[in-house]
Each structure stands twice: as structure tokens, then as C-alpha cells.
């Protein structure tokens, strides 16, 4: 129920249209591939997870096999990335509820999600399961609604780019629709760790219970609206419902796309502030800020900017492109793991890196750009600030001390 809740989100809410709008007729299929690339990158995770208990998430897993740079890159990839997201679904809640006042609404729901977060706010199993409920009740109503009653003829789609590239973007943008398997994989500080023997079949079932859910709506909502008004429906699922006459469900499926979104922004944030935490704690933002509510704010500002800046497909592509890349570094390391430290064979983390990397590189060209600049600029930030800290501890020691620091410096360069 923890990695349901967490996946079910913007994906299925809003990542249908921008999805058919880089080409309509692959949507099916290349969710599928987009399912392939979350099951193996959350194999790599539970690996990683397994072997390293202590480790804050993917930053350290990177670092420690990779290195600091390597480390420093994903990190600044997965801020992004879960920022972009975290931006999305706000903006998801008043696309469906109040879209009247998109951006003030949006604000709130961040708000309140940060608030939620930053006071360690733990759902139960029962929660989680009316959670699971109130969400998954009204996507099935969509789906009957939408089989149930005859489509209205359908406007002719424009010509689509039906390429390789095109399909793979398409895959790109429907990733997030399966990015919250962390929440089993990797946990969260209080959340239930499990046995090597329960996610051996709790990830594969994850994934395809997910997977069931987006095709399922996906289907619904292309056949009564057609490729051409998907593409151009800013909230697919409540224009599915309005052209089948299904004009009383729609507050239902409001209020589940809202409960969706809390729920799920409560899991953003919270890796966020643990990648966050991470990064204080290895030196690369300033130690200060490694106390919990600093970067709660951190995280929930980096969401406004993305909120401010741009629309919701728009960071639904940012999100997915960023998150992409972190799963490519993140495989990348899960590589380099001894035999006796995997569950699951090589080859699954070598097929998640090259598919993270070719759903990456084919978002959207302005989500791929920003994304590359992103990851260089936070890099070379998080490595001054870095440099910085290393200076200012080291004229803080008494010169006998410093000197003994630099000589153990040294002897260590020498045996490199």
C-alpha cells in the first residue's frame, strides 16, 4: 500500500496529455518501457538498500561507489527532478480543483505538503488503505464511464514524428508514473524495512499493479477523447469524464487527484530532505542546514521556483528527465556491487542505466537542456561549497593540528 499510494499521482493525472502530445499512438506501449526501466532501477535500489543500511538514499549509494562527482551530479539531478515533480503535482490539484487560481492554489497544497513533511507525518496501514481506495475507486469510474459510453467523433490528430526518438520520449514523460517505489526499496527514516524475501515479489507486484492502473486509464481516456484532444487537455481525466457524460463524477475525481497529490508530495519531500541531509552531512552544502526544518524549506522552495517558472507538463518533463538521469547514476553504481551483495543479477542494473540514459535524452529538448545545465551548474556549486568548508575547517585547527592534517594528506596522495 506504501509504494502504491506513492506511485499513483501525476502520472496517471496529468502525464497522459503531454505524453500524447510527443506522439499519441505509442502511449501504450511505451508506458510498458517506461515500467521496464522502474523495475529495474528499483532493483538496483533494493540492492543498494540491502547492502548499505545506513546510507541516506541514492547520493551516498553513488558515492560510495562512484565517488564524489559522480555523487554530486545525481544529486543535483535528483533535486530537480523530485523539485519538478513535487511542482507538477501541485499544480495537478488546481488543474482538477480549483483552476481558477492555479498558482495561489498550488502554493497552498505545497504548503501544506512541506508542513505535512516537515513534522514527520507517518500514515498507518489503515490510511494507506483508504488512501489506496479513495484514489483507485474514481480511476475505475473513469475507466467504466469512458468504455460505457460511445465516443463523440474525434477530430483528425495531426501528423506525429513516429520514431524511435518519439517513442522514447513518450516512455520519458510516463516514468513518473512509477518513481515512488523508493518508498519500499530505499525507505524513509521510520518507514518499515523489508526482508529480501518480501520484495523479491513486492516489486515486480508493485510495478505491475501500477502498471495496470496507467494502462488501464491511459486506454479509457485516449478512446473517448481520441490522440488529438488528449494532446490538448490540460486535465485529461476530468475532460474524459465530461465527454461521456459522467458530469457527477467529476468533484470525485477532484478529490481524488487532491488526496493523490498529498500523499505523494509527502514522499517527494521527504527524499528530498534526505538527499538534502545527505549532502550536508558529507560536507557538500554547509553543515548547518543539516537539522531537519532547514531543509524542508529548502525543498519546498526549489518546488515554488519550478512552480513559478513553469507550467505543469512542462515540470512533469522536467521531473521526468532529471529523475531519469539519477536512476542512470544510480544503476551506474548498483553495477559495481560484489556477487554475494545481489538479489538480482547484473545485467538488470547494466539494461536500467543504458534505458534511463535513452529515455533521458530523448525529453523534450527544453527539459533536456535545463536538466544538463542544472546537473553542471549544482555540481560545480556543490563542490565549491565543498572546497570552501574543507578551507574554513582547516584554518579553524590549532597550526600543530593543521600541520598534521596536511602531512596525513599527503602521505595519502603519495600512496595514491
Known sequence: MLGLTSTTGAGVFIGLAPAASAAGRWLIPATIVAALAALCSAFST????????????????????????????????????????????????????????????????????????????????????????????????????CFGVAPPPAPDAPAADDGFTAFMGVAAIMFVAFTGFERITAPLRDDPVHSDRTLRWAIPLLITLSLGVTLAVAAAVEHQLGAARLALSSAPLRDALLAADGEWLVPLVGFAAMVAAVTVLTSVLGGLRRTLGALAATGDLPARLASSWPLDVLGCLAAVMVLVVVPPPTALALGACGTLFYYAFTNASARLLLQEDRTWPMRTACFGLGLSVLLAMSAPVDALLTTVITMAVGAALLGLCSGLGARLRARSLPPAESRMSDSRDGDFLKQD
Open 46 to 145: 533494493a540492492d543498494q538498500s540491502r547492502t548499505y543500511p545506513s546510507a541516506r538514499g541514492g547520493y551516498d549509494f553513488i558515492r560510495t561507489q562512484l565517488g564524489p562527482w559522480p555523487a554530486r551530479l545525481g544529486a543535483s539531478a535528483y533535486v530537480l527532478g523530485r523539485a519538478a515533480i513535487a511542482a507538477a503535482l501541485a499544480g495537478m490539484v488546481a488543474t482538477y480543483v480549483f483552476p481558477e487560481n492555479r498558482t495561489l492554489v498550488a502554493l497552498l497544497v505545497l504548503g501544506c505538503a512541506g508542513v505535512l513533511s516537515a513534522t514527520g507525518v507517518r500514515w498507518s496501514g489503515r490510511v494507506l488503505a483508504l488512501v489506496a481506495g479513495v484514489v483507485l475507486v474514481p480511476l475505475a469510474l473513469v475507466v467504466v464511464a
